[in-house]
């Protein structure tokens, strides 16, 4: 659209002229650079796709975060965890279609077998879990996938405080005994106690389209 209206703002001033009269160089060229298209490198594209996906898990950390608390204050744990199961993945899944990417939070020590590391997720998890082992640092990362038309952006998921440790804890010392009864009942299988804080927990995967990340840049 812009550019059919800068086309159309070219041929304007070429017809309001008369057979005498020519548009000045100087407001040909200011309006034909306008018209240029903004090159993007590869780089430009992937350093908008660490940004946007910053900004993305960030907003989905929050809203679970917020959720959890709620749900703790008016209920307590237990039922904070009842909670979980059947709202964590709707409020992704709300946040991904807001920004038309999908969102997946990944763990080798999962709770929900929903969120078992996929093929291309193991590497990628398994040099986090490397790096928080030999104590080096575990920054966000782009990775491209399907020929490059889709960047991967992943990022540590650390336990951050006591209040994670009421179901991530220590069996009969942070988590309670009515808790662990909750845990055994919808989560048979769990593999996500015995974490202290500071411990990976998992990555985020969010799948951002190439198109997109372009679209908003």
């Known amino acids: 659209m812009k550019n059919l209206f800068q086309f159309i703002l070219i041929s304007g001033l070429l017809i309001s002229c008369n057979s005498k009269e020519r548009v000045s160089k100087e407001v040909f060229d200011e309006v034909n650079k306008s018209m240029e298209v903004k090159k993007l490198s590869e780089a430009d594209i992937i350093q908008a796709a660490m940004v946007w996906g910053e900004e993305i898990s960030g907003e989905a950390q929050k809203q679970l975060i917020t959720a959890l608390q709620e749900a703790i204050a008016n209920d307590g744990v237990p039922a904070a965890i009842q909670f979980c199961q059947v709202n964590a993945l709707p409020i992704l899944q709300e946040v991904s279609e807001k920004y038309q990417v999908e969102i997946r939070?990944?763990?080798n020590d999962y709770r929900n077998p929903a969120d078992k590391p996929l093929d291309y997720e193991e590497?990628?998890?398994?040099?986090?879990?490397?790096?928080?082992e030999n104590n080096l640092?575990?920054?966000p990362n782009i990775q491209k996938i399907e020929g490059g038309e889709v960047l991967l952006f992943t990022k540590a998921i650390m336990i951050p405080n006591?209040?994670?440790?009421?179901?991530h804890g220590q069996p009969d010392k942070e988590i309670s005994?009515?808790?662990q009864k909750v845990l055994k009942e919808l989560y048979p299988d769990d593999k996500a106690t015995g974490h202290q804080i500071g411990d990976l927990r998992g990555m985020w995967s969010i799948r951002l389209p190439k198109k997109e990340v372009v679209k908003n840049m």
């Not at 006591?162 to 179901?167: E, K, Q, R, T, V």
């Open 137 to 139: 640092p575990n920054e």
């Open 105 to 107: 939070r990944v763990s």
């Open 123 to 132: 590497g990628i998890l398994d040099t986090y879990v490397y790096n928080k």
């Open 177 to 179: 005994p009515e808790t």
């Open 162 to 167: 006591a209040l994670c440790l009421n179901c």
